[in-house]
C-alpha cells in the first residue's frame, strides 16, 4: 500500500475479505509500527505498517503493490516489487516520463505486468474516452481541470492524459487562434499536445475536469465530478483484479475498462 494519506486510507478500507482482497503489507513513513486497524477500525486489515517497501516484500509474499505515496518515491516503489514478481497498480500523480519508460522497460524485461492511471473514477475514463470521441468531429477544445490545494501537480494527468487522447483522436487540425494581447501572463493557461489546459488549486475541491470543444455557432462540455475520493475506488478494485491479464505495464484505466 502506499503512504497513509488520505487516498491510502480509502484504499485499505475499500480492498475488504468480503470482495476477496488481502492485504498483507502496508508501508507508510509517517505511521510505522502501528496497526491499520489502530487508525482505521476494528474493520479494517491487521496489518502493522512498516516503512521499508523492499524489506516488506522480502518477507511477505503478495501479488499487487497499490501506490498513491507521492512523485518522488512511486518509481523507486514500483521497480522494487518488480523486481520481486509484484504487479504495480500506481495512482501516485507527477510521474515523470523517463520513469514511466523505466517501469515499462523493467516490465516487459520480467514479464510483470503493471498499469499507471492518473485517475481510477470510472466517470474519469468515460469523460476522457467521449472526448477523444468528440476531437474527431470537433477539433477545438480546451480542459479546464480544478484540484484541491495539496495537490502536488499541475497540470493533472487526467487532463494531460485528456489532451492526449484528443490529439489522437483529431482528424484535423484545431483552428490557428489569432494572437492576443495578455495583460496577465499565462492568463491562456499552457498547453499540451496542441490542447490549451487550466488549472485551478482551491480549498474544497476534490478532483473536477470539464473538456470545453467549440464548433460554428455551438459549443459542447465534457464533465466530470469527483466529491469524494470513493468515486476512485471502483477502479482500484477493477485494476487490482485485472493488473494480471494485462501485457506489459499500460498508461491509462481505459486499458482496463474497455478491454474486450
Given at each position: ?239 487490482v483484479r485485472e493488473v494480471g491479464n494485462l501485457n506489459g505495464f499500460v498508461i491509462g484505466m481505459d486499458n482496463v475498462l474497455f478491454r474486450s
Amino acid at each position: 500500500m502506499g503512504a497513509m494519506g488520505r487516498m491510502g486510507r480509502e484504499v485499505l478500507k475499500a480492498l475488504t475479505p468480503q470482495e476477496n482482497f488481502d492485504v498483507l503489507v502496508a508501508v507508510d513513513h509517517n505511521n510505522v509500527g502501528e496497526n491499520v486497524r489502530d487508525i482505521l477500525g476494528p474493520k479494517a486489515p491487521d496489518v502493522v505498517i512498516e516503512q521499508k517497501l523492499g524489506a516488506a516484500l522480502e518477507k511477505t509474499k503478495v501479488d499487487v503493490l497499490v501506490d498513491f505515496s507521492s512523485a518522488g518515491a512511486a518509481a523507486t516503489y514500483a521497480l522494487s516489487a518488480i523486481k520481486r514478481g509484484v504487479s504495480p497498480v500506481i495512482g501516485t500523480t507527477g510521474m515523470k516520463d523517463e520513469e514511466l519508460r523505466e517501469i515499462t522497460l523493467a516490465c516487459t524485461e520480467s514479464k510483470v505486468p503493471g498499469i499507471y492511471a492518473p485517475n481510477f473514477a470510472i466517470g474519469a475514463v468515460l469523460m476522457m474516452r467521449f472526448s477523444q470521441m468528440a476531437a474527431k468531429f470537433m477539433p477545438d477544445a480546451e480542459i479546464i481541470e480544478m484540484h484541491h490545494d495539496r495537490k502536488e501537480d499541475a497540470p493533472s494527468g487526467t487532463a494531460m492524459l485528456t489532451a492526449e487522447m484528443i490529439r489522437a483522436g483529431r482528424i484535423t487540425e484545431p483552428s490557428k487562434k489569432h494572437v492576443l494581447h495578455q495583460r496577465v501572463e499565462g492568463v491562456r493557461g499552457g498547453k499540451w499536445q496542441e490542447v490549451p489546459i487550466h488549472s485551478i488549486r482551491l480549498n474544497g475541491l476534490v478532483a473536477h475536469q470539464m473538456v470545453v470543444f467549440g464548433g460554428p455557432g455551438e459549443t459542447l462540455t465534457i464533465r466530470h465530478d469527483s466529491m469524494d475520493r470513493t468515486s476512485f475506488m471502483q477502479g482500484v478494485k477493477l485494476c487490482v483484479r485485472e493488473v494480471g491479464n494485462l501485457n506489459g505495464f499500460v498508461i491509462g484505466m481505459d486499458n482496463v475498462l474497455f478491454r474486450s
